[in-house]
């Protein structure tokens, strides 16, 4: 399904930590698995080309939920876990920032060749769309990221990012080859960026009397550049504010995993003695796997699965991170051997935190949550990029200290 949205991505410094980047690796890789397993490789394009679901990704994974950083970082990760698996999944993540993308060309050509590709045909489609998305869309932006996803059958995602020095911000391009019908008509599933006004855009379908006859130039402002258009402004600041997240939807997911008559059924849905901690992570993670796409309009309410490199909205809870991974790929290893039930558990999960939603309609108290979490960040062995080792913040000693994750 063809979307697109505007967000305000603030251009970050720094590197990902490898104690994170790792983990983001794992699982990415999971989640992916998992989509595969339910969906088929099609589906999982077409989440990566909608990016309020690419931002709820970079968040459930642990990143800075607001900065352009979550391109790179996501990108980087699937691409490490992925590719030494590609024969078996069928998935190849190629190119990258900067060096990586000149790589490119090279990578699809021999993914061309081991699978019976037209590598010709997708060297010219990467080409082209880093060209479209860099000199016949004039919005100020300078294509630093280029990532071309192909499977073995042929089909593309695109996802790159551009950046505008000027005002310190990037642009996010998604493309799907099931939406690209004309490369020079509106061929976008998705620009993602801060609306900075009228821009250029000859590929947009007004522009085709400029393409033809080259007489005059179209103007247009992002609103109409494309045929569904919907708005994510990510602002600059660090923290995550009650605004950002629909309360209702982390309500239910809070719910489930802290209201002992919930949590238990929870448990019983994934066959596991499960914590509280433990299960509120694994309905967002659930989420992402199984959410159709209106339920991504709040992408930050998925860093409360992980919480965040910077700290924001409090620090990645390793403890409670390796869980997600660990139960997520015993998961997948079972469903391998003909053992569904556990990996099914995550759909039904997802299913009845849905009803906890719409028949209850509990609501988040945010404020109440964020110091939940930091009190018992240590305890959970919450780091951030900047300490370099466990959270200082104090524990909470209480009758759940042994579970909550």
Not at 130 to 151: E, K, M, P
Not at 322 to 333: G, N, T, V
Request: aromatic share 8%.
């Amino acid at each position: 399904m063809q979307r697109s949205g505007i967000a305000d991505l603030p251009l970050h410094g720094g590197r990902v930590p490898e104690w994170l980047a790792a983990r983001m690796s794992k699982l990415g890789t999971a989640i992916t698995e998992a989509i595969l397993y339910h969906y088929g490789a099609s589906e999982w394009l077409s989440r990566l080309s909608d990016p309020f679901w690419f931002q709820a990704l970079g968040c459930v994974m642990g990143m800075d939920w607001h900065s352009s950083g979550i391109t790179t970082s996501v990108l980087g990760a699937l691409k490490r876990g992925l590719n030494p698996r590609a024969g078996e999944l069928g998935i190849f993540v190629c190119g990258g920032r900067g060096r990586h993308s000149r790589r490119t060309p090279d990578e699809l050509r021999a993914v061309a060749e081991q699978h019976g590709l037209n590598g010709d045909e997708l060297v010219r489609t990467s080409r082209l769309t880093a060209r479209v998305d860099n000199n016949a869309i004039a919005d100020g932006f300078q294509i630093y990221l280029h990532s071309f996803i192909v499977t073995s059958g042929g089909e593309w995602a695109v996802v790159q990012q551009g950046m505008n020095e000027g005002t310190g911000l990037a642009r996010r391009y998604h493309w799907h080859s099931t939406s690209v019908r004309d490369f020079v008509v509106e061929p976008h599933t998705a620009i993602v960026g801060e609306n900075q006004g009228d821009i250029l855009n000859l590929v947009d379908r007004r522009a085709r009397p400029a393409q033809d006859a080259m007489l005059s130039i179209v103007h247009d402002s992002p609103e109409h550049t494309l045929a569904e258009f919907r708005r994510l402004v990510v602002p600059r600041r660090h923290e995550v504010r009650v605004e950002d997240v629909d309360q209702k939807r982390l309500g239910a997911v809070l719910a489930v995993a802290y209201e002992r008559e919930f949590r238990d059924f929870a448990s019983l849905l994934l066959l596991e003695n499960l914590g509280p901690r433990t299960l509120e992570s694994l309905a967002l993670i659930a989420e992402v796997v199984h959410g159709s796409p209106a339920r991504f309009s709040d992408p930050a309410r998925f860093s409360f699965a992980h919480g965040g490199k910077d700290g924001h909205p409090f620090p990645v809870p390793l403890k409670t991170y390796d869980q997600s991974i660990s139960l997520l790929r015993d998961a997948l290893d079972r469903a391998r051997l003909g053992d569904t039930d556990k990996l099914e558990g995550f759909a039904r999960l997802d299913e009845f935190t849905r009803i906890i939603e719409q028949r209850c309609r509990p609501e988040a108290d945010f404020d109440a949550v964020l110091e939940h979490e930091h009190a018992i960040s240590a305890q959970l062995g919450g780091r951030t990029a900047f300490d370099g080792k466990r959270s200082k913040r104090s524990s909470v000693t209480d009758s759940r200290q042994m579970w909550l994750f």
